[in-house]
Structures are given as structure tokens and as C-alpha cells.
């Protein structure tokens, strides 16, 4: 269990979920473009909702408990980018299945 850090406040996320959440954060910032993003406690902690305005300016780390790279789903990239752009922001979606190869 990895966790996005920002400003003062530590996120715990799955390094997986982790490393998707980073493709779309950072180009999301690239772009200049600030957002909110949310999460839920953990399963372990009260119910409840949490969200931080991410901007361009903003210290922002990924701390991975995993030192190997992980491999990039880009249906799941393009979900939560989907995700980010809409009125409630970014927050973590399922993984979809990458659809079939056609043969």
C-alpha cells in the first residue's frame, strides 16, 4: 500500500491503483489544469469522504511500497480520466478488464 501525499495529508492507495492515479494527475497538471480529487476512508476507518483541490503549484509525492514498475492499464487511465473531468472529480474507479484481442 503506496500513498499520494499532498501538501499535508497522506492518501493510502494501492501501489497499482496508485501508479494509475499518477498518469492522470500529472497530466492533468501538466496541462495546467487544477481539479478536485476524492477518496474514501479506508475499510478499517469511519465511513466518510474526503477531497483536496489539486493544482499546477502543488507539492505532490507517490510513494510506492513496491519498487518495480507497474504495468499501465490505459482502459483504467482513460476511466479516471473520464472520472476527473467530471462536477465530482477525480476518484477512483474499478479496474475494467482490458477488452479481448480480436485474433
Known sequence: MGSLNFEDVEIPVDDRALAHLQVVILSR????????????GADDE???RATVWLHPHAKIVFSYIDGDAQGINRHWVDALTEAS???GG??????????ARRR
Not at 29 to 40: D, Q, T, V
Open 46 to 48: 469511519a465511513a466518510g
Open 85 to 87: 473531468f467530471s462536477s
Open 29 to 40: 497538471l501538466r496541462r495546467g489544469e487544477a481539479f478536485a480529487f476524492s477518496w474514501r
Open 90 to 99: 477525480l476518484h477512483l474507479v474499478p479496474e475494467p478488464e482490458a477488452p
